[in-house]
């Protein structure tokens, strides 16, 4: 989408407005209004002229232009109907010096999780991923996937899914009989998050959070073990769902400082915290009581020797034993 019909979108989404006041506005000809505005209605979107100026009454399902209409965040988003990878697409436009950019995909036909796994990622999904180029060391980048984790949690929450994050970055949905903290070790997996990123010791070069939602999804089309915001509640407005999730990790994000409230945030939708779980790291596994989570992300794990804070591994949520 180029910057004029961007701009024009911006100037609508914030009530009717002229074409003579939006030529001015963008140092453009009218005849450039009137183009963009036609580019934008075979686009998808119906939009109305008036008294008062042209007004858009429906946006598209999705698409780049229909997710960046009325986005209260300052990214732009790059559409796919189908790709191989949207991390990968993120990295081919990290390699070309962009910034601010989500790349989203109707359809993944390459997805990958964590370690190389892969990931289903059929048509209905909210694939997108997130190229950000912060000023900050690499061992403070966790955060980054912890914000995600957040911020897809709120957005399920809202669409009236009872989700909570097992650590470090699955979304999981709570079993209605079970309790808060009682979800079954990746049983109902919805979501995950993959970042992913290039620098020197002290200074990111870029940052890749790729983030995966089964959103509008079958469940008979996912692997054992993993569920769907359709299943969970019924089908959800992608383009809404996909805004708030981008706005709200932006909000998360925003602060110059250590990022503090994005702990209290996932605190306040984990999972594993109180649980009993085991944890693989590449040298040893670790068993106890998951007690906290610190900057920039690393889960401190009570023992029968004292706490250990645990920086990377994959968590497993054991069953209570019957003494407990």
């Not at 009137?34 to 858009?56: N, P, T």
């Not at 698409?63 to 990214?75: K, M, Q, R, S, V």
Request: with cysteine.
């Amino acid at each position: 989408m180029n910057e004029t019909r961007r701009a024009i979108l911006a100037a609508l989404a914030a009530g009717p407005v002229t074409g003579p006041a939006l030529a001015a506005q963008l140092d453009v000809s009218r005849a450039a209004v009137w183009k963009q505005i036609e580019s934008l209605r075979d686009a998808g979107f119906e939009i109305e002229s008036g008294d008062a100026g042209y007004r858009v009454e429906s946006v598209p399902a999705y698409g780049a232009a229909a997710i960046e209409f009325d986005l209260d965040a300052p990214y732009r988003v790059e559409y796919h109907d189908a790709i191989g990878s949207t991390n990968d697409r993120a990295r081919d436009l990290a390699a070309a010096d962009e910034a601010d950019v989500v790349v989203v995909a109707d359809e993944q036909t390459g997805g990958r999780g964590r370690l190389d796994r892969q990931w289903t990622a059929p048509s209905g999904g909210v694939w997108a991923s997130l190229l950000l180029r912060p000023e900050r060391p690499p061992s403070e980048l966790p955060i980054y996937t912890l914000a995600a984790a957040v911020a897809v949690t709120r957005a399920a929450r809202e669409a009236g899914v009872d989700a909570r994050i097992k650590w470090p970055n699955d979304v999981l949905v709570v079993d209605s009989s079970e309790s808060g903290t009682q979800a079954e070790d990746g049983a109902d997996k919805l979501a995950g998050i993959l970042t992913e990123m290039e620098g020197e010791a002290d200074r990111v070069s870029w940052l890749v959070v790729g983030i995966g939602v089964n959103a509008n999804v079958d469940v008979d089309s996912l692997p054992p073990g993993a569920t769907s915001l359709r299943a969970a509640s019924g089908d959800v407005d992608r383009r809404v769902f996909l805004q708030r999730v981008l706005e709200t990790f932006a909000t998360l994000t925003s602060d110059d400082g250590r990022l503090d409230g994005v702990l209290d945030a996932w605190r306040e939708y984990a999972a594993t915290l109180g649980r009993r779980v085991r944890v693989e790291t590449p040298t040893e596994a670790i068993e106890g009581e998951a007690v906290d989570v610190r900057f920039p992300g690393s889960l401190v794990v009570r023992t029968d020797d004292g706490d250990r804070v645990v920086t990377a591994g994959d968590c497993e949520h054991l069953r209570p034993s019957s003494s407990d």
